[in-house]
């Protein structure tokens, strides 16, 4: 009996996960005739991270569903915004997303972050146990099946990286109350509390602090506050976007 064979058409935003091949519309794929259709696309180079509806000749199927000989699959990417249930939005990067894990916690989300590589295997436990959606550029850890919740991050700009990250998720953003370097929730300090941690200068030009309440870092609105500000002004603008209509169902 021989092998089934199905057509699989990834749509252009999952291009950059499959070969060259598979970008230009329905392709010919041999299947095993047992194994679910998540698995088949996830063979072919996309993350399920990535992956939205899966569509069999125009109609929405599971992941779980095994295709049958002649399907035609229209593979489509996650919607967005993006909601992730299961537990409250928080996320977890790996260490070549420091500059992106500083700005989302500049923003107020709860933001881990791994400044020394510990490991996929770790990563992707550490996502599971916390209950946090990892965001990493390495598509090979997020094909990791122990992964609780991840997504791709495609630019390699920071910039870019965070607008993509917001416009997806749509996390709640509170700026002004996480510690950039430890993730810690800050508190109003007077002056007095934080003047150890203060330089001569810094003491005698600031009057108004913050401090983190877990590694005790002093906050101020120092030379780079601008920069900071222009930030926040930017996310927040983008937050209140209207989020655009849903687009119509697209058709195989």
């Known amino acids: 009996m021989s092998a089934p064979e199905i057509h699989v058409e990834f749509a252009p935003e999952l291009a950059l996960f499959v070969a060259h091949g598979r970008r230009g519309g329905p392709t010919p794929v ?32 599971p992941r779980s569903y095994v295709p049958s000989a002649g399907d035609t699959v229209a593979v489509l990417p996650v919607a967005r915004p993006q909601h992730i249930p299961g537990a409250p939005l928080r996320f977890l990067l790996d260490v070549h997303l420091g500059t992106l894990a ?9 933001t881990a972050y791994e400044s020394t590589d510990i490991g996929d295997p770790a990563l992707a436990t550490r ?6 959606v990892l965001l990493s550029r390495d598509r090979g850890l997020l094909h990791r ?6 997504a791709f991050v495609y630019s390699t700009r920071p910039e870019d990286q965070l607008r993509d990250v917001l416009d997806r998720f749509r996390p709640d953003l509170r700026p002004w109350t996480r510690c950039t370097a430890c993730n810690g929730l800050l508190k109003d300090a007077t002056k007095e509390e934080v003047a150890d941690r203060l330089e001569g200068g810094t003491e005698r030009s600031y009057d108004v602090f913050a401090q983190c309440q877990e590694c005790g870092r002093a906050y101020w609105k120092g030379a780079h506050h601008e920069q ?3 930030i926040v002004a930017n996310a927040l603008a983008e937050a209140n976007r209207p989020t655009p209509p849903a687009a119509p169902p697209r058709r195989s």
């Not at 500083?102 to 709860?110: E, N, S, T, W």
């Open 102 to 110: 500083r700005r989302l916690r500049l923003l107020g989300v709860d």
């Open 145 to 150: 099946r122990e992964l609780w919740a991840g």
């Open 228 to 230: 900071l500000e222009a």
């Open 30 to 61: 041999t299947t095993d005739g047992a194994s679910s259709l998540g698995h088949v696309v996830e063979s072919l180079g996309a993350p399920l991270t990535e992956v939205g509806a899966l569509r069999v000749d125009g109609r929405e199927v």
């Open 127 to 132: 996502s599971a146990t916390e209950k946090r």
